[in-house]
């Protein structure tokens, strides 16, 4: 049996045809000859489809569609018109029904236009139920951070996710900082809109600039019509520009003007495009470095930089190894339950994964495949991490190099190497030490750490 339509028409002629009609193609159909009757009907029938007269004499269309829409958003509205209120029936459009239909009309007419619109909300509820379905997976409590430094790092990006500000994630290949986009921009009041992702060294540079901002017809061989660029397809929601640091010099200077301007041209026009669109940009180079040796614009970087996000290596968050594994293990092992002998997680653990999250999966889907008796064994593992020794050898080399050293000249060198690494940047090297800003600032003053002299 087909869907339920109620159809709501003072004209009883009519809503005779039309019954016959629709119920010789499977709908099961109610009929209501006054606005206030259709009402009551409606509430009680919950049908999926409404045809609904514009003109009635006790209620007019239009007050009817909006008390449905009050009770219902996503049933199927379709408003019945005669030739000359069609713009009555636009205006029920805007107001919320999903289409109309024009006095005198056929069958087939009929049957096409109901087809549509359900089609179109089935498209509609699919769509929903994905971005559900992405909402909850970005949520926080499902991502693994069991170290301290990453637990500061999903509290700052709660923090940010409800703001409109501009985020750098900056952190080595295979880190998650996409991962950290994406929460970002899923539990931010931007979550009903697009997410539009750029990776920016896999477009030729030649090809980037339609890509970021879209061209018209005839602005380069090949530009057979005008096409959206992908900051136009991002209004209203987030784009990521993943790997910034790769973005060629000749569109930094374009890309600084959308962050301060929110508008830009396409290629090959003249015409202002205004757009609203949240920028979240990600990097495993050293920008501040680029910067210092102008291959980056100073102006763009701070523009980006506004909170900058810094996602340590695995290697600094051993810790948190057991807990990726057992989320791996749920997902590639399709239902099945899996565990793995402690040899091999010692092996996990030993290993110092300069791919970090990213190799860890491969190694973990790899694994799964080859497992014996959905046991995860040394022998499951890549032959690379399973030669990794364990490190104490080298933890002891480290204390007898320290032995002579005060803990005041450690703490300088840590700051100070920390400084070196963020460039300079000072709250960058905050991040990497674990500790405010202000306790840095302090920190470097009393210890004569002058980061202009490193």
């Known amino acids: 049996m087909k869907e339920k339509i109620l159809i709501i028409d ?15 193609q499977g709908y099961q159909v109610s009929v209501a000859n006054r606005g206030k009757d259709g009402l009551e009907r409606f509430k009680k029938l919950s049908p999926e489809v409404v ?12 007050k009817v569609l909006e008390e449905i829409r009050r009770l219902d958003q996503q049933v199927v509205v379709i408003m019945i018109t005669a030739y ?23 069958q087939e007419q009929l049957f096409f236009v109901i087809e549509k619109a359900l ?37 700052m990006v709660g923090q940010v996710a409800q703001s409109d500000a501009t985020v750098l994630i900056l952190g080595e290949s295979g880190t998650g900082k996409e991962l950290i986009a994406r929460a970002i921009h899923y539990n931010s009041p931007r979550k009903e809109k697009p997410l539009i992702t750029v990776n920016c060294p896999s477009i030729p540079e030649n090809l980037l600039e339609s890509e970021l901002f879209g061209h018209v017809k005839g602005a380069f061989t090949g530009a057979v019509k005008d096409r959206k660029g992908k900051f136009e397809l991002a209004d209203g929601g987030t784009i990521f520009l993943d790997e910034i640091g790769d973005l060629p010099e000749s569109l930094q200077a374009k890309l600084l003007r959308v962050l301060q301007e929110q508008e830009f041209e396409r290629l090959g026009d003249s015409q202002v495009i205004k757009v609203d669109v949240r920028v979240i940009a990600a990097t495993n180079k050293d920008l501040f470095k680029q910067v210092q040796e102008g291959k980056f614009r100073e102006d763009l970087y701070y523009r980006l930089s506004v909170v900058p996000i810094v996602l340590p290596p695995l290697r600094d968050r051993k810790e948190e190894i057991p807990y990726l594994v057992d989320f791996f293990l749920q997902r590639y092992g399709k239902g099945k339950q899996f565990t793995i002998t402690p040899e091999a997680l010692e092996a996990l653990q030993s290993y110092d994964w300069p791919g970090n999250i990213r190799e860890l999966e491969n190694a973990i ?90």
């Open 10 to 24: 003072d004209d009883i002629n009519l809503t005779k045809v039309l019954s016959y009609q629709l119920e010789k």
């Open 51 to 62: 045809l609904l007269d514009i003109q009635m004499p006790d209620l007019s269309g239009i």
């Open 84 to 106: 000359g209120s069609v713009e009555n029936a636009l205006e029920a459009c805007r107001l919320g029904a999903n289409d109309y239909i024009t006095k005198p009309f056929g």
């Open 119 to 155: 089609q179109v909300q089935k498209l509609e509820q699919e769509n929903s139920q994905l971005r559900q379905e992405l909402v909850s997976k970005y949520r926080f409590e499902n991502m693994v951070a069991k170290s301290s430094r990453m637990e500061d790092v999903l509290r």
């Open 365 to 454: 889907e790899r694994a799964v495949i080859l497992a014996n008796e959905n046991q995860i064994t040394l022998q499951s593992l890549p032959p690379h991490v399973t030669g990794a020794l364990p490190q104490p050898t080298i933890a002891r080399d480290v204390f007898s190099e320290m032995e002579d050293l005060s803990l005041e000249l450690l703490e300088k060198r840590a700051i100070t190497e920390a400084l070196r690494r963020s460039g300079g940047n000072q709250t960058r090297a905050a991040q990497l030490l674990n500790i405010p800003r202000h306790v840095l600032l302090y920190r470097m003053k009393k210890l004569g750490v002058d980061p202009a002299k490193l």
